[in-house]
T-cell receptor, first 114, second 113 residues
C-alpha cells in the first residue's frame, strides 16, 4: 500500500521565521495531496491542498509545492505566528489507497516561540 | 466550521465493558470515517463508509465495529473494551466530489482501565 513519510517530527522556530515540512510518498499514481492542521483538543482541519497537475499553490502565508518526479511535497509557512503552533499532517490519495481514502503522514509538531 | 459531533469527549471505563462512541454530522455527507490516533500522533483509518448500509474496514485492524443505518450517524462499538483500546478516536465525514476533503470531529479520548 501507500507509504507516506513526514519530516521533521518536531520543528521549533522563532516568530517571523519560515517553517518547512516535507512529505514523501511511494505510489506514483497518487494525485491529491492535502495538508491538515490539528490544534490541541481538536480534530485536524484542512488548510491547503494540491492536485497532481499543479506544481505550487499559495494561500496567504502558506504554500504547498509538489515534485511528482521525486514523489515529494512540502508545506511552507512564512512569517510564522504563535497561533501557527499545532500538529501538521500531510496526506495522500491515490489509486492504490482507494480514491475516497487518505493515508496520513506521521505528523509534525510545530512550535512558534514569540 | 464543520458540523460534525462526537460524544462523549472523554470516556474512562473498565475492562470488559461494551461501549459505543457516537458520531453525527448535519452536512448530508455521504462518506464517513473513523480514525484512531495514537499518542505519537499518527492517524490510522479503522473504518469507513460510502453511504447508508455501506461499511468497510480500514488500513489498521480494529476489534471495533461500525454501522451506518442513517446518513448522518456513524457509531463505533467495542463489545468488550481492553486497555489496548485506549486511544483517541476521530470521526470524519466528506462530501461528494473530488478530494476527499475530510471534516473531523473533536474526537473521543477513550481510556480503558
Amino acid at each position: 500500500g501507500e507509504n507516506v513519510e513526514q519530516h521533521p517530527s518536531t520543528l521549533s522556530v522563532q516568530e517571523g521565521d519560515s517553517a518547512v515540512i516535507k512529505c514523501t510518498y511511494s505510489d506514483s499514481a497518487s494525485n491529491y495531496f492535502p495538508w491538515y492542521k490539528q490544534e490541541l483538543g481538536k480534530g485536524p482541519q484542512l488548510i491547503i491542498d494540491i492536485r497532481s497537475n499543479v506544481g505550487e499553490k499559495k494561500d496567504q502565508r502558506i504554500a504547498v509545492t509538489l515534485n511528482k518526479t521525486a514523489k515529494h511535497f512540502s508545506l511552507h509557512i512564512t512569517e510564522t505566528q504563535p497561533e501557527d503552533s499545532a500538529v501538521y499532517f500531510c496526506a495522500v490519495r491515490g489509486e492504490n489507497t482507494g480514491f475516497q481514502k487518505l493515508v496520513f503522514g506521521t505528523g509534525t509538531r510545530l512550535l512558534v516561540s514569540p | 466550521e464543520a458540523d460534525i459531533y462526537q460524544t462523549p469527549r472523554y470516556l474512562v471505563i473498565g475492562t470488559g465493558k461494551k461501549i459505543t462512541l457516537e458520531c453525527s454530522q448535519t452536512m448530508g455527507h455521504d462518506k464517513m470515517y473513523w480514525y484512531q490516533q495514537d499518542p505519537g500522533m499518527e492517524l490510522h483509518l479503522i473504518h469507513y463508509s460510502y453511504g447508508v448500509n455501506s461499511t468497510e474496514k480500514g488500513d489498521l485492524s480494529s476489534e471495533s465495529t461500525v454501522s451506518r443505518i442513517r446518513t448522518e450517524h456513524f457509531p463505533l462499538t467495542l463489545e468488550s473494551a481492553r486497555p489496548s483500546h485506549t486511544s483517541q478516536y476521530l470521526c470524519a465525514s466528506s462530501p461528494p466530489g473530488q478530494g476527499p476533503t475530510l471534516f473531523f470531529g473533536s474526537g473521543t479520548q477513550l481510556s480503558v482501565l
